[in-house]
């Protein structure tokens, strides 16, 4: 003999015939299938190591696993580090990769005897204990444990909606998978505001999308459609919490009676003025339903600032009904229009040459307030001196009338004609003379100025009276000393 053959082989030592054909070597291989059946089956379908290595399939045992070395030999030769585990029956992937062969292979079992089954390995580390059976691949992969790739449509309950983002366990409570209420409530009971008042039907108004994403037809449902700024409202805005009015009145005022600045005032038919748009934005046509078109300053104003009382209530269309506490005339003009626009109070359009006393000159481009020193307008006098007595450069000798010689277009513009307004015509050295030489500041007024030529020139008298006051019997007014025509 050879030599011993290894332990495993001992007993069959002086048994040749067990392993040898004589005189017929290729023999030899189906004697060692004849006791090692596993991998004959192996070989025979294509499995395992035998039969998926390419090599090993056609070649002799004997190559690979030589005998006769001792009982100590080692007639297997694995190289772990070289080892190809995909020509096995369980190829690496994923995290099964960068395990040891420890990990898996027991060192009282042979490699070929381990279990190639997830929960052979990880019986006791995965959290379900048995109760989603043991086929770990229906749900995990080998990538990672939390990488589950589980469809849960194929169930009774398909996943729509935020349950897709659900984690398992949020619904399968301490991993109870089988027999669990399907029903909305089943597990949103905590979630209910509604606290069950409307019910188990969730699906009514809710979807999966999410809780505020509601697939209530609140028109088809009850007969009120919610328009405008009732829209985006939320349910407990008319049903109150927990909805404790499942049925809110459809009126205006059964909702809104809070809302009310008119206190009731107008009635509860809210939709004659508003929409539910928005309650700042009437629709009525004042002008239309009363007669009373609101233009101007009155277009922005509100209800309540003319409808003190009911709605219903008649009001007077003229200025004064509404405007007597801000009229600042004092009562003495009722017909504000005259002067006053919608626009505004400070707009003024009055004419005044429409009155007894039309603008002219200077007095176009005065102020209101410089002749009008009260609001009053009608107490204002039409005479020069009424306003201008304080301007009154003659201090009063030429009388009240200052029209005479003045006109509006400026005081230095007067057109007194003195040949034609007086019985003094002016003439010779007269002519030329400014008014004070002759009409001083004597208080004399002008009707009552002496015509003698002695009035004025007694001081110029060089005959020292002797020839009388007449003086014209021999001067004229064109020079004392050079006109002399006595006969």
Known sequence: MPGPVIEGHAEWEGECGKCHASFERGAQDALCLNCHKPIAKDVAAGTGFHGLELVARPRLCQNCHAEHKGRDADVVKLNTALFDHDLTDFPLH???????????????VPFRDTEGRCVDCHQESQPHKGRLGEDCATCHVEDNWKSVTFDHDTTDFPHTGKHKEVACKACHVAEVYENLDTMCIGCHARDDEHRGSRGTQCNDCHTTSGWKSESFDHFRKTGFELRGAHKPLEC????????????????????????????????????????????????????????????????????????????????????????????????????????????????????????????????????CEACHLSNVFTDAGSACFDCHSDDDYHTGVFGEDCGQCHNPNGWNRWGFDHDAQTDFPLTGAHQGLECDACHTSDGVKPGELSMVCMACHRKDDIHDGRFGRDCGRCHTTESFTDSVRFP
């Open 94 to 108: 994923g995290r099964h990769e960068g395990v040891a062969c420890s990990g898996c292979h027991e060192s009282d």
């Open 236 to 367: 407990r805005s008319c049903h109150l919490d927990d909805m404790a009015r499942p049925e809110p009145p459809a009126t205006c005022a059964g909702c809104h009676s809070f809302d009310d600045v008119h206190g009731g005032r107008h009635g509860q038919e809210c939709d004659r003025c508003h929409t539910v748009e928005a309650w700042e934005n009437p629709r009525f046509d004042h002008f239309e339903e009363t007669g009373f078109e609101l233009k101007g300053a009155h277009s922005e104003l509100t209800c309540q600032s003319c409808h003190i009382g009911r709605l219903e209530d008649p009001l007077e269309a003229t200025c004064d009904a509404c405007h007597a506490d801000d009229d600042p005339h004092e009562g003495t003009q009722t017909d504000c229009a005259r002067c006053h626009v919608e626009t505004s109070w400070h707009e003024v359009r009055f004419n005044h040459d429409f009155t007894s006393f039309p603008l002219i000159g200077h007095h176009g481009a005065a102020a």
